[in-house]
């Protein structure tokens, strides 16, 4: 089982609609997780972090977390072409050390 | 503004040359920085933990020995690449953490193109 999963997508939504990412991952000791935005050729951005169950929003943004389920989820509202992008799910596993999945490709029609 | 400075941006070299990758922490210590790999359309993988003043921690089948990091002050981490190998092309990307009460945040370098010939 890999230990940070995503679908890899591509995932279409119209231009303003809701995009939703999800992450599940194995290790229940992860206490902090991550998405990351990563443009072709580009390094990773931080877009959100969660540390504790419930939801996280910062402007378009929400991210969702379920410890005892495992999954992590990541909103974007108002989707934008200018979203389009791979979104890296990436959970602290064993204390410390940074996992990534594979990642999600978003793309948002106009 | 950028937390993390890595240089190169992109490396053309033939195989059998060496390449050396900087990565540099903008205006805090980082005691431990990261050092990835990214093939295209693949996730980043860890390949190793660069720990300053200490030798650097490999993942599991990164060769040590091609890999070489180098981790000499708080602010500068180096990856050389040694006699690359086509194979060896690859996106590789530094990264450090800054953590706070309650938080930490991972801030990658603008990542390197590396095309061996």
């Known amino acids: 089982q890999k230990e940070v999963e995503q679908n890899s997508g591509p995932l279409s939504v119209p231009e303003g609609a809701i995009a939703s990412l999800n992450c599940t991952y194995s290790?229940?000791?992860?206490?902090?997780f991550f998405w990351y935005r990563q443009y072709s050729g580009k390094s990773p951005e931080l877009i959100m972090s969660?540390?504790?169950?419930g939801d996280k929003e910062d402007g378009r943004f929400t991210a969702q977390l379920n410890k005892a389920s495992q999954y992590v989820s990541l909103l974007i509202r108002d989707s934008q072409p200018s979203d389009s992008a791979t979104y890296l799910c990436?959970?602290?596993?064993?204390?410390?050390?940074?996992?990534f999945g594979a990642g999600t490709i978003l793309r948002v029609k106009s | 503004g950028a937390v993390v400075s890595q240089h190169p941006s992109r490396v053309i070299c033939k195989s059998g040359t060496s390449v050396k990758i900087e990565c540099r922490s903008l205006d805090f210590q980082a005691t431990t920085m990261f050092w990835y790999r990214q093939f295209p359309k693949k996730s980043l993988m860890l390949m190793a933990t660069s720990n300053e003043g200490s030798k650097a921690t490999y993942e599991q089948g990164v060769e040590k020995d091609k890999f070489l990091i180098n981790h000499a002050s708080l602010t500068l981490s180096t990856l050389t690449v040694t006699s690359a190998h086509p194979e060896d092309s690859s996106f590789y990307i530094c990264s450090a953490t800054i953590r706070g009460d309650g938080f930490e945040e991972l801030f990658f370098g603008s990542g390197t193109q590396l095309s061996v010939l």
């Open positions: 990436a959970v602290t596993v064993y204390g410390n050390k940074l996992v």
């Open positions: 290790d229940r000791g992860s206490q902090s």
């Open positions: 969660i540390y504790s169950n």
